[in-house]
């Protein structure tokens, strides 16, 4: 089980939810110009987005209904800040005040992300993240939110995904700023990155209001043994956080954005491998980034399987063919949050914070205002069950953070992708609670007991007919008619190839299973008798 003082949260960025107001003082960020050039899904923008800036009440108080106790929000460096340095904007400093004051109102604890990919545009026209000055620049903003929230807010996490606004902004270019800088160039980046986070750190404890607590969120796609044998696991273990990309694919990895800030050094093999891209490297560089932090965040979504080749080495293996996909088409890959939980908290020893996790669904709304993503609940299910697993077996998670809560602008894909619980009518701004919101309370609120990992005796009781009991559902050999007998929530269909839906049913309801249905889950207790 989780320790009793779990943290259970939501989390967000305030480009992607917040919206804007001509009135509200804040500067252009690099998103801005880069979805004014027409480089996103459909040429969407986040102008309006889902309005949180002027909703941010209603949305918390809806937090607080549906049991959410921890929120990572983030604030956004070019609102607060409007030409990256210098003048501060009173009306930003307002506003996140307000919207930490009523998170605490409604018992929600904050949770600030410095950086979330909001780079003052001004800043950019400066050479961004490839000018050294970042490092001071960076400091200054941290300094302003010390000096300004740091007595109602005391946990901070610096950097954001340094490997997405790296590699995506600056090398692909598909994000912004949409540059496509060199490989040396971008080395220097993630050098500048890391710097510029231990200045943050120095910055934020010397300014701090009271005592606080800081961390870091890189994110990984995890390498995951395709076996428990010991060799496929020291290989899974090799891989996640060794240097198998070329240089083109350098900036997907683990240990070169966490080894140094964590323990003190770059990776040697990092080192030796991409030894003629490096910027010089100083002793009072190093330390200035191995700077003590409290805890370690980690953004995941998905994994891939490895396995020990015939030589011993290291190699990618297959997945099993229909493997499944979310929405965005990531694959789903639960145990991923089992092994980054060992794997991670074996080489940091630092308490682990899950910071994102979440699914990407075709969600839609049905007349009677319900949104039905069975397919959602049993991935976060799967994902929160392995995740138990790796606390259980002596990982410090100290917390989980689902992304997202409210539907939102994801990015270069616009509106095209629902992450949230919440859905949003981004014409209205109407919400609408997904089936998942209402799952997600309750395991929330039974601090993980809820999961079906730890329902051993939830299973669906056949008194006659031709169904075989397994574990937590079972397979339909042919149709049936059968007659709930108890009282329960909402059964989860799935054929060979995955969820197809959920049916929500009553004691007493008639419910049909059509042939080609191989399995059904329920989300509580429940017996089903033929009728």
């Not at 992300?113 to 993240?129: F, I, R, S």
């Not at 074996?346 to 699914?359: A, D, H, S, V």
């Not at 919440?422 to 701004?429: G, K, L, N, P």
Request: with cysteine; glycine share 8%.
């Amino acid at each position: 089980m989780f320790r009793k003082d779990f943290v259970w949260g939501v989390a967000s960025s305030a480009y992607q939810v917040e919206g804007r107001d001509k009135n509200d003082g804040a500067g252009t960020c690099i998103w801005d110009t880069f979805t004014e050039a027409g480089r996103t899904f459909e040429h969407q923008n986040a102008y309006v987005s889902a309005d949180d800036m002027h909703r941010y009440k209603e949305d918390y108080a809806l937090m607080k209904e549906l049991g959410v106790k921890a929120y990572r929000f983030s604030v956004s460096w070019a609102r607060l800040m409007p030409e990256g340095t210098g003048r501060v904007n009173e009306k930003a400093v307002a506003l996140y005040r307000d919207m930490i004051l009523e998170m605490k109102k409604n018992g929600i604890e904050p949770y600030m992300t410095l950086y979330h990919w909001e780079l003052p545009q001004a800043l950019e026209d400066k050479g961004g993240w490839l000018n050294e000055e970042i490092i001071d620049w960076f400091a200054e903003y941290a300094k302003v939110v010390a000096e300004n929230f740091t007595d109602i807010c005391d946990k901070i996490f610096t950097l954001n995904e340094p490997q997405c606004f790296i590699g995506l902004g600056y090398y692909r270019g598909i994000h912004a700023p949409g540059k496509k800088v060199t490989p040396e160039e971008s080395f220097r980046i993630a050098h500048n990155a890391l710097r510029a986070h231990g200045k943050a750190v120095i910055t934020l404890r010397k300014y701090a209001k009271q005592p606080i607590q800081i961390g870091y969120a890189p994110t990984s796609g995890v390498a995951y043994p395709a076996s428990n044998s010991p060799e496929d696991i020291e290989a899974a273990k090799k891989v996640y956080f060794g240097f198998y990309n070329d240089v083109d694919n350098w900036t997907w990895n683990v240990s070169w954005y966490s080894d140094p800030v964590i323990l003190g050094h770059y990776p040697k093999e990092g080192l030796e491998k991409y030894k003629e891209y490096l910027p010089e490297i100083t002793k009072e560089d190093m330390e200035l980034i191995h700077q003590p932090i409290d805890f370690y965040g980690q953004n995941i979504y998905n994994g891939y399987p490895v396995r020990a080749g015939a030589d011993g080495e290291p190699e990618f293996a297959d997945r099993p063919a229909g493997f499944p996909k979310t929405a965005a088409e990531w694959p789903v890959t639960p145990e991923c949050l089992y092994w980054a939980g060992k794997f991670l908290y074996e080489r940091y020893q630092l308490p682990i914070y899950i910071t994102e996790n979440g699914m990407s669904c075709h969600d839609n709304v049905e007349a009677d205002g319900s949104v039905h993503d069975a397919n959602r609940i049993q991935f976060l299910d799967e994902y929160l069950g392995n995740l138990q697993k790796a606390a259980d077996e002596g990982a410090e998670i100290a917390g989980y953070f689902l992304w997202t809560f409210l539907d939102n602008f994801e990015w270069h894909e616009g509106y095209s992708e629902r992450f949230g619980i919440i859905y949003v009518d981004f014409a209205t701004q109407q919400r609408y609670v997904k089936d998942s919101a209402f799952w997600y309370k309750k395991v929330m609120e039974s601090n993980g007991a809820a999961l079906s990992c730890n329902q051993p005796d939830r299973k669906i009781r056949i008194e006659r007919g031709a169904a075989e009991v397994t574990g937590a559902g079972f397979k339909v050999e042919r149709e049936m008619d059968l007659l709930l007998s108890d009282s329960t929530d909402v059964i989860y269909v799935a054929s060979g190839s995955g969820l197809i839906g959920s049916i929500w049913v009553d004691a007493g309801d008639r419910l049909t299973i059509p042939e080609g249905i191989r399995k059904m889950h329920c989300s509580g207790k429940m017996t089903l008798v033929q009728a």
